[in-house]
């Protein structure tokens, strides 16, 4: 399976240390994932995707694209192949317009529920798919969901975004889950943890595949400099508004305070820094603490 990360700061801010230098950070999860790499950052708006089949770690590019990056958005991917040939096309964040799409799972027996998925595809979106994996077309499903409650060139809210992820991940899964599988309703058959931002909004849905949530730290190393400091980036938020939100496949080593996710949870993060947590099923839960 792959590896994702997603950020969110109210700031523009360098992640080299969760992309490079931490002890755990992607780059170094790329060993045991090293099947391409993609990096996405927004500047004025705009997404700026850097994608590659090499592994991370060992690809001179992801490291100098690794120190350079500063941004209020980033969402990044290292990938371990289940579904499509190694190859660009294949890698993840994809991009369509301002919305950028990673994901962590697998849809089993893909090649013969592809057509079926396919039909559901927006008839307008269906020519964008250029590679031949699984996560590509669940991002067209998804963008295709979004675009029923606004246009895709338009600010969507959070709760909207919310909602197109429950909706795609419920017609995946009625079309390829094994009803004949047990478990869980979270777990069973398809695994579809995904992050989708358009630089405003993040949404990171656990489903399946473990995420780990971080809305502020320890204590900060930058608070004597930074001008931006606030009690949410030292404390759990008392507001629903936070400083920053990192959702990434496993804690980082460093300053901040990692929570796990439970399967079908989701977080969701506003142009504003507003957090909502809620959960597949519909309900919206309470801020964690």
């Known amino acids: 399976m792959c590896r994702l990360f997603g950020f969110r700061s109210i700031i523009a801010s360098q992640v080299h240390s969760s992309l490079l230098a931490a002890e755990n950070a992607l780059g170094t999860q790329s060993n045991a994932h090293p099947d391409g790499w993609g990096v996405a950052f927004y500047l004025q708006g705009a997404p700026h995707v850097t994608r590659s089949p090499q592994t991370a770690l060992g690809d001179h590019l992801f ?35 301002r919305w950028v799409f990673a994901h962590n799972g697998d849809i089993p027996n ?12 927006e008839p307008s979106l269906k020519r964008f798919i250029l590679g031949d994996t ?12 979004i675009a029923e409650r606004y246009p895709l060139n338009e600010r969507h809210r959070t709760d909207e975004v919310i909602d197109a992820m429950r909706d795609t991940i419920g017609l995946i899964r009625d079309i390829c889950d094994d009803p004949s599988s047990t478990g869980s309703d979270d777990s069973r058959g398809c695994l579809l943890t ?19 949530l971080s809305t502020y730290k320890t204590r900060c190393s930058d608070r004597d400099a930074c001008g931006s400091l606030s009690p949410e980036c030292e404390a759990p938020s008392q507001s629903g508004r936070v400083n920053h939100c990192i959702v990434s496949s496993e804690p980082l080593q460093g300053e901040n305070v990692w929570n796990e996710l439970r399967p079908g949870e989701i977080i969701g993060v506003d142009h504003a820094m507003r957090v909502t947590r809620a959960h597949l099923d519909g309900r919206n839960l309470a801020l964690i603490q």
Do not use: I, W
């Not at 980033?74 to 317009?97: E, Y």
């Not at 893909?110 to 595809?121: H, S």
């Open 194 to 212: 995904a992050m989708v931002t358009d630089g405003d909004v993040m949404v990171s849905v656990h489903g399946g595949k473990e995420l780990f």
């Open 63 to 97: 490291h100098r694209l690794s120190g350079v990056v500063s941004s209020e958005t980033v969402l990044a991917h290292v990938r371990k192949a289940t579904q499509g040939d190694l190859g660009v096309l294949n890698c993840h964040p994809f991009q369509h317009g």
């Open 134 to 145: 699984d996560s590509e077309v669940f991002f067209h499903l998804l963008l295709g969901k």
């Open 110 to 121: 893909f090649a013969e529920r592809k057509p079926r998925l396919l039909e559901q595809v």
